[in-house]
Nanobody, 123 residues
Framework: QVQLVESGGGLVQGGGSLRLSCGAS????????MGWFRQAPGREREIVAI????????SYADSVKGRFTISRDNAKNTVYLQMNSLKPEDTAVYYC????????????????WGQGTQVTVSS
């Protein structure tokens, strides 16, 4: 059974930084394509960043390019999302997810989900 547990959310001022962590059990993060999603109240869930199991390549939503970085630590079986230059519009619940696909195209392609962690950015 795969379990994903996020941590690191909180309240931060605009322009600040946070690092989210997603610890995995039951599978290695290097054997899954791992993604970070977010969902703000009244809005659809959106993909933020992914790191593919095959080759470790990464992709980002245009809204976070140059500010967020996804990475993984295989020894700790953990995926991170470093978020810099945070903006109020980044406020959302952030979810970690794992997919068996090498290049999942939507959130329905993800098989495993964490419980989410709240990120709030004040102006």
């Amino acid at each position: 059974q795969v379990q994903l547990v996020e941590s690191g959310g909180g309240l931060v001022q605009g322009g600040g930084s946070l690092r989210l962590s997603c610890g995995a059990s039951g599978r290695t993060v290097s054997s899954l394509t791992m993604g970070w999603f977010r969902q703000a109240p009244g809005r659809e869930r959106e993909i933020v960043a992914i790191i593919r199991w095959r080759g470790g390549s990464t992709s980002y939503a245009d809204s976070v390019k140059g500010r967020f970085t996804i990475s993984r630590d295989n020894a700790k079986n953990t995926v991170y999302l470093q978020m810099n230059s945070l903006k109020p519009e980044d406020t959302a619940v952030y979810y970690c997810a794992g997919s068996e696909y090498s290049n999942p195209t939507n959130f329905q392609s993800y098989d495993y989900w964490g419980q989410g962690t709240q990120v709030t950015v004040s102006s």
